[in-house]
């Protein structure tokens, strides 16, 4: 059973950086695209930003230029990098592995960005 588990949420003030982290376990025979989503109270949930096996990325117009994603294929592992984080950053944060046939979410994780 493959479950993914997130780290490095937390409470930030406006200007703050962050760094999420998502590691998958169980039986995995390989993992094409790694995602970050978000969802804000009484919002849906969105795209933050992907990044495919061989690395192409795609970034939310909101945070392009502040957020980089990466990963570690031989950790199966995917990264947010969050920088000059702004208030309308504060979210629950997902990951999400697509693994085979099947999309998989972490649990989430809160990130709060308050003054």
């Known amino acids: 059973q493959v479950q993914l588990v997130e780290s490095g949420g937390g409470s930030v003030q406006p200007g703050g950086s962050l760094r999420l982290s998502c590691a998958a376990s169980?039986?995995?025979?390989?993992?094409?695209?790694m995602g970050w989503y978000r969802q804000a109270p009484g919002k849906q949930r969105e795209l933050v930003a992907s990044?495919?096996?061989?690395?192409?990325?795609i970034y939310a117009a909101a945070v392009e230029g502040r957020f980089t994603i990466s990963r570690d294929n031989a950790k199966k592992s995917v990264y947010l990098q969050m920088n000059s984080l702004k208030p309308e950053d504060t979210a629950v944060y997902y990951c999400?592995?697509?693994?085979?046939?099947?999309?998989?979410w972490g649990q989430g994780t809160q990130v709060t960005v308050s003054s």
């Open positions: 999400k592995m697509h693994i085979v046939l099947n999309d998989y």
């Open positions: 169980g039986s995995i025979t390989g993992i094409s695209t």
């Open positions: 990044i495919g096996r061989t690395g192409t990325t």
